[in-house]
């Protein structure tokens, strides 16, 4: 009998050991290679560590699939581990359902890369900077300095603004001027302020028009285009200058108010704005 | 203005003055007032000097971009296969640096100009640039040295079509700004390629006598970070 086919034990052969050794070489091997690709593909994207984890969880998963081919080979039925295996595997799924819900979540992240760490954020109504992007969660600081931590699978499914992600950011403002006010040289004075500003871009061009005959007062709308780390001071800045010079060349703005007439017998009707139809 | 003095000093020009005195051996007091500030430092130096050169105009009011676009009050039309040397005005700032020997430490800078920028671009994708107009001259124009800079820019049109051309933006890392006591110039190369996408470099090379080349405050700080020149594919 030839050696190679002889039986060692059971129905294994030394042909059965050799491919078992080979797919478990094949293993070490492969996820070898493949971590060495994931470290690369991850090293410019998120931290060290995390990294490391992912490379680790990658490595021993590659390498348990292969050991996992390789049982047949060895005389080892996996039938057998199916009943076993598939009870233990529902009571682990259910357990770890929300580990592996926010580990996969986070690999997404990474990958997607929606936010980065620095950025001004907004995720599920929760505005902050953000700080760490782990494996499992991410951390948030609040522009109030409070520590939020939510987790990755929060942040995968929810809403996000990146407020920074756009090299410029837009703000406007609705100036209320008087209709006795010359609605053209508020534009004009709005324009001038505007333009004396650093920050506030040349292009997209920023508009100033009249916006809306309000009830009490000619509506000006002022869109601004600023740099997004400059947005919040320049929009802060911009509000009581435009009030400030509006007032210096005599334009107010008004405070909501009505007129009332009251009707009387023997009013003169001339004096009304409209024909009052109660008056006789 | 521009140039190295022994300190303790006074300068004034215009509304602008820059003063060192001394307080002690080695503790000086310096001030400056005037281009919308009033800066008072304190130094602690051996022996140094005081120098004034134009800088990159990049660090005033804050530096937030590297790029500088130049909008041309006039556009340019250039046929295919043409070349001209044209040249346009480009702000600068001014650095007041504290010398010794061959090492230089920039101590305050300023500029004389009003600033603005501008997006090259659209809001998703674009480039935030410092902001410049231009008019457009057929010969070095005289211009006032503490503000502007003589801009001497080689367009070529390596095209098949006729190329418009509006503006030219700069990437200012390596910018190379050569100066005298009267005249102060820069010189740059932008080719337009295929499809209407320039490239735009600075050149290195001192252009005559009588210039020397300016103290470069972003090529010492930040050069291995980013490439010198730039590919306009937004629009000419």
Redesign the interface.
């Known amino acids: 009998m030839n050696l190679m086919t002889k039986t060692l034990y059971g129905d294994v052969t030394l042909i059965d050991l050799s491919v078992a050794a080979l797919l478990i070489l094949f293993g070490i091997l492969f996820s070898k290679i493949l971590s060495i690709y994931v470290r690369r593909f991850l090293k410019e994207k998120i931290a060290k560590e995390h990294v490391e984890v992912i490379v680790r969880v990658v490595f021993y998963a590659i390498l348990g699939i292969s050991l996992l081919i390789s049982l047949p080979f060895l005389g080892i039925k996996l039938s057998g581990f199916l009943v076993t295996g598939g009870v233990v595997g529902i009571a682990i799924g259910f357990a770890s359902q929300n580990i592996v819900s926010n580990l996969i979540s986070g690999i997404f992240l990474i990958i997607e890369r929606p936010i980065k760490i620095g950025n001004s954020v907004s995720i599920d109504g929760t505005t902050g900077v953000v700080e760490d992007i782990h494996i499992m969660s991410t951390t948030l600081r609040t522009f109030e300095g409070l520590f939020i931590r939510i987790p990755n699978q929060k942040v995968f499914t929810s809403n996000i603004i990146n407020y920074v992600s756009?090299?410029?950011r837009?703000f406007e403002y609705v100036i209320g001027i008087r209709y006795s006010d010359d609605a053209n040289r508020a534009i004009e004075l709005i324009h001038e302020l505007v333009?004396?500003q650093?920050?506030a871009?040349?292009?997209?061009e920023p508009l100033v028009f009249v916006d809306q005959l309000g009830d009490n007062s000619v509506n000006l709308m002022v869109r601004i285009?600023a740099?997004h780390?400059?947005w919040y001071a320049l929009k802060m800045e911009m509000l009581w200058k435009i009030k400030s010079r509006l007032e210096e060349e005599g334009i107010e703005i008004p405070f909501p108010q009505r007129v009332l007439w009251q009707g009387k017998e023997g009013t003169d009707k001339s004096a009304l704005p409209f024909e009052n139809p109660i008056l006789p | 203005m521009y140039g190295t003095y022994d300190i303790p000093c006074k300068l004034a020009w215009d509304a602008l003055t820059i003063e060192i005195t001394s307080l002690s051996d080695k503790l000086f007091h310096y001030r400056r007032e005037g281009a919308g500030q009033s800066i008072e430092k304190e130094l602690i130096s051996g022996n140094c000097k005081l120098k004034i050169s134009p800088v990159e105009p990049l660090s005033t009011?804050?530096f937030?971009?590297p790029y500088l676009l130049i909008e041309f009050s006039t556009p340019v039309l250039i046929a295919p296969r043409m070349g001209q040397e044209l040249f346009l005005t480009c702000p600068l700032d001014l650095g007041i640096h504290l010398s010794t020997g061959a090492n230089f430490q920039l101590i305050d800078i300023f500029t004389l100009t009003?600033?603005?920028?501008?997006?090259y671009g659209d809001?998703?994708n674009?480039?935030?640039c410092k902001?410049w107009k231009s008019n457009v001259f057929n010969a070095s124009p005289d211009v006032q040295i503490y503000q502007e800079a003589v801009l001497n820019l080689r367009i070529s049109n390596e095209d098949t079509e006729w190329m418009e051309v509006r503006q030219v933006v700069l990437n200012a890392y390596g910018m190379k700004i050569f100066y005298k006591d009267d005249h102060v110039q820069l010189n740059a190369v932008m080719e337009i390629g295929a499809g209407g996408i320039a490239e735009t470099d600075f050149e290195n090379d001192l252009p005559n006598e009588g210039l020397k080349k300016s103290v470069e405050i972003f090529y010492k700080k930040k050069l291995s970070l980013a490439s010198k020149n730039f590919i306009m594919e937004q629009g000419l």
């Not at chain 1, 871009?201 to 997209?204: D, N, R």
């Not at chain 2, 009003?114 to 997006?119: D, E, I, Q, R, V």
Request: hydrophobic fraction near 30%; aromatic fraction near 12%; charged fraction near 20%.
């Open positions: 756009n090299p410029v837009r333009d004396a650093a920050f871009l040349k292009k997209p285009w740099p780390t400059e | 009011p804050k937030i971009t009003s600033s603005k920028y501008t997006l809001p998703s674009g480039i935030l902001y």
